[in-house]
T-cell receptor, first 118, second 110 residues
């Protein structure tokens, strides 16, 4: 199957700083990518939809100024957690679908990024 | 987003079949049924999906009830590597978002 890669896999940052997480589709073009957050022992929660060349759309209750999303190319989306606080510590996961295959209904997920804010 | 209901946890013996149920009584006619699984500290992995007919692939089988209000993921011979949280998700046709429910944590005993 297609590969989605996230970087970094783990990051520790100080409270008040910003952290950028990258999500790349390695062998396909992704016009749409998705960002999820997962707290310990909980399910994945969809945060936002990242659209190449346009603004991201955020799920209800997700602060767009807190979680900045940029999807500047067909293979890269970035999530920046601004002014991070300990409560932002979580497992962040991205997913993407191959936009060149209209009938493709799979979503491919990255391996996740463990963010710890101290 | 249509909701799914799954048991919180299930247990199986290694090399025995496992049937993971999912109820989705509010499913609409164009919703696809997807199954993903997640190992600890990893992103979800695609397992199988279907619309109306039963589906088979190298990983599993998906049995869909005739009224589509429930489905069952079948692992034919569970291995220790199949221990994971299994998510049953409904996806609207031509709509790419996945909303995850709570999933079923499968424990496989040697």
């Amino acid at each position: 199957g297609a590969v989605v890669s996230q970087h970094p896999s783990r990051v520790i940052c100080k409270s008040g700083t910003s952290v950028k997480i990258e999500c790349r589709s390695l062998d396909f073009q992704a016009t749409t990518m998705f960002w999820y957050r997962q707290f310990p022992k909980q399910s994945l929660m969809l945060m936002a939809t990242s659209n190449e060349g346009s603004k991201a759309t955020y799920e209800q209750g997700v602060e767009k100024d807190k979680f900045l999303i940029n999807h500047a190319s067909l293979t890269l989306s970035t999530l920046t957690v601004t002014s991070a606080h300990p409560e932002d510590s979580s497992f962040y996961i991205c997913s993407a679908r191959d936009g060149q295959i209209p009938t493709n209904t799979e979503a491919f997920f990255g391996q996740g990024t463990r963010l710890t804010v101290v | 987003d249509a909701k799914t209901t799954q048991p919180n946890s299930m247990e199986s013996n290694e090399e025995e079949p496992v049937h993971l149920p999912c109820n989705h009584s509010t499913i609409s006619g164009t919703d696809y049924i997807h199954w993903y699984r997640q190992l600890p500290s990893q992103g979800p992995e695609y397992v199988i999906h279907g619309l109306t007919s039963n589906v088979n692939n190298r990983m599993a089988s998906l049995a869909i009830a005739e009224d589509r209000k429930s489905s069952t993921l079948i692992l034919h011979r569970a291995t220790l590597r199949d221990a994971a949280v299994y998510y049953c998700i409904l996806r609207e046709y031509n709509f790419n978002k996945f909303y995850f429910g709570s999933g079923t944590k499968l424990n496989v005993k040697p």
